[in-house]
């Protein structure tokens, strides 16, 4: 079955650098999104992009974050200076259809900011 | 609040027993779905049933909606520890599909 892939499944880096987080959605989907899981918290929305345009965002996206579909089967997120608090599992998603189709996901990119 | 609010935190049961999960919500909704997280994985979805939907089954699992209390079940029957995990319920109340979590039902089954 098609899936999801991330990568690197674990990032170590230093507080004000910049990270790429990579994904590759399943190939004929057209919705893709960004969540966050915080240890022991929930799993939050970052972004959701479609037709090559972010389509929604929520707070926490901030100018910090960026989102990119360079070529038709990447698609990555950059956060630019990173702070203590953007430790936290990224979730790359993706779906064929939108709000009636499930979302398939990634397993996730471990971030941690030292 | 736009999110789903599982109840109860945590569920502990012996295996073969059956597992049932509660959502509530506040806000109208286009469809609600489940899913599965294995400790330090992805989320696996289960079964997405739409606001005009009352039940869907699939496998083991049953899912109810009832759209005038604001709520949703998820049963899981004769249960294995193999379904020891995280179940979260969604909202979808936009037409983009960003998925609205709630806070999860912690369940583990001992054999």
């Known amino acids: 079955e098609p899936e999801v892939t991330q990568t690197p499944s674990h990032q170590v880096t230093q507080m004000g650098q910049e990270v790429i987080l990579r994904c590759v959605p399943i190939?004929?989907?057209?919705?893709f999104y960004w969540y966050r899981q915080i240890l022991g918290q929930k799993v939050e929305f970052l972004v959701s992009?479609?037709?090559?345009?972010?389509?929604?965002k929520s707070e926490i996206f901030d100018d910090q974050f960026s989102v990119e579909r360079p070529d038709g089967s990447n698609f990555t997120l950059k956060i630019r200076s990173t702070k203590l608090e953007d430790s936290a599992m990224y979730f790359c998603?993706?779906?064929?259809?939108?709000?009636?189709?499930?979302?398939?996901f990634g397993n996730g990119t471990r971030l941690t900011v030292t | 609040s736009q999110q789903g609010e599982e109840d109860p935190q945590a569920l502990s049961i012996q295996e073969g027993e059956n597992a049932t999960m509660n959502c509530s919500y506040k806000?109208?909704?286009?469809?609600l779905q489940w899913y599965r997280q294995n400790s330090g994985r992805g989320l696996v979805h289960l079964i997405l049933?739409?606001?005009?939907?009352r039940e869907k089954h699939s496998g083991r699992l049953r899912v109810t909606l009832d759209t005038s209390k604001k709520s949703s079940s998820l049963l899981i029957t004769a249960s294995r520890a193999a379904d020891t995990a995280s179940y979260f319920c969604?909202?979808?109340?936009?037409?983009?599909?960003?998925?609205?979590f709630g806070a999860g039902t912690q369940v583990v089954v001992t054999p």
């Open positions: 969604a909202l979808v109340t936009d037409s983009w599909g960003k998925l609205q």
């Open positions: 806000t109208s909704i286009n469809n």
């Open positions: 049933i739409r606001s005009n939907e």
């Open positions: 190939s004929n989907h057209l919705y």
């Open positions: 992009f479609y037709n090559n345009e972010i389509s929604e």
């Open positions: 998603a993706s779906s064929a259809q939108g709000y009636n189709s499930p979302l398939h």
